[in-house]
């Protein structure tokens, strides 16, 4: 019946940060902002996605603080960031540029990455001159720019009307989540995972989910619900990798394959086959790949161009 906010032991337990410290956004919402690795090292900035919280990075962290500076934040109201009156895409593009603007020098680049709500966060900063300052490429995993609702298939019916009124009512519900169950595990398993996600794997994502509260995961559901950022992915002119699931059940692939087609400087669409919505934790090797192929090819390239 614990409430623990996420795993304790295991390859998904989030290591310490070597810094902490707070973003301020437009607004003056406060960002909880964490630093692993060494000053100095290729910059990587992690945004997770809706209910979730920096600890979902936890293997992604891991395996590149040895070689990178990471830098990952709690979206308001999740994790550690305090809950605020705003909710939109606006809200989001501000507080990523807060925090590029907080952790980077002026000029510094960084390779960015987002998993669901925090792809989309991408995608909404796309336009703004923070991110282009700061951006040195982008991924982009397992996410959508709007439809959501409309092509989510959480719901074991056929597509049409009763089924996205019916998906629209379940993400969107008020009522909260309770402790972690056998019961809640399997519900959460089945509508954000793989059918083969391993038990650990399962563990991880559910205390994570479970920790956000109920007023924040609704208030969210509203925004990714009218999410319309199709616009915004055409301004989103940073060398662009895509990365998901072939069995995401909340933004199946249909999303990514989109996406894939519309950016002006896609430069790769991952299919993991079996894999769910929750891929940097079920498939964090292939997730943490992306994001290192992506600091070789344009990261380490921005930054040898500056050396005189």
């Known amino acids: 019946m614990s409430r623990l ?19 301020v956004s437009a ?9 692993h690795g060494e000053e100095g090292a290729p910059a990587v900035v992690l945004a997770h996605g809706w209910t979730c919280s ?25 994790g550690r960031s305090p809950a605020a009156r705003a909710h939109s895409t606006t809200a989001l593009a501000d507080d990523l540029v807060a925090v590029l603007g907080a952790t980077l020098a002026p000029g510094e680049r960084a390779v960015v990455a987002g998993h669901s709500m925090g792809g989309m966060t991408i995608m909404a900063a796309a ?11 982008a991924l982009l995993c397992s996410t959508g720019s709007s439809r959501l609702v409309d092509e989510a298939q959480v719901l074991p019916v056929r597509a049409g009307r009763a089924r996205t009124r019916a998906t ?7 009522a909260p989540l309770g402790p972690v169950t056998p019961l809640a595990r399997q519900i959460l ?6 059918p083969g996600s391993a038990p650990d794997k399962v563990e991880a994502c559910a205390r994570i989910v479970h920790a956000c509260p109920t007023g924040v995961r609704h208030a969210w559901s509203k925004v990714l619900a009218g999410l319309d950022l199709d616009a915004e992915v055409a301004r989103l002119a940073v060398p662009t990798a895509v990365i998901a699931g072939t ?9 990514a394959r989109g996406l894939a087609a519309a950016l002006p400087n896609c430069v790769g669409l991952t299919e993991l086959t079996g894999m769910g919505h929750m891929t940097p934790v079920e498939a964090p090797e292939a997730v943490t790949r992306a994001v290192l192929e992506l600091t070789e090819l344009y990261l380490h390239t921005t930054e040898k161009e500056k050396t005189p």
């Open 27 to 35: 607004d003056g919402a406060r960002l909880h902002v964490e630093v």
């Open 5 to 23: 906010t996420h795993v304790i032991a295991g390859a998904y337990a989030p290591p310490v940060a070597g810094r902490e410290l707070s973003a």
């Open 247 to 255: 069995a995401d059940r909340l933004t199946p692939i249909v999303h």
């Open 54 to 78: 920096t600890a979902f990075w936890a293997a992604q962290v891991r395996a590149l603080a040895a070689t990178h500076r990471v830098i990952a934040y709690d979206q308001r109201g999740h």
């Open 168 to 174: 629209g009512a379940v993400l969107g519900s008020r």
């Open 127 to 137: 336009g703004r001159p923070e991110f282009a300052e700061h951006a040195a490429a």
């Open 189 to 194: 398993k089945y509508a954000t995972m793989g």
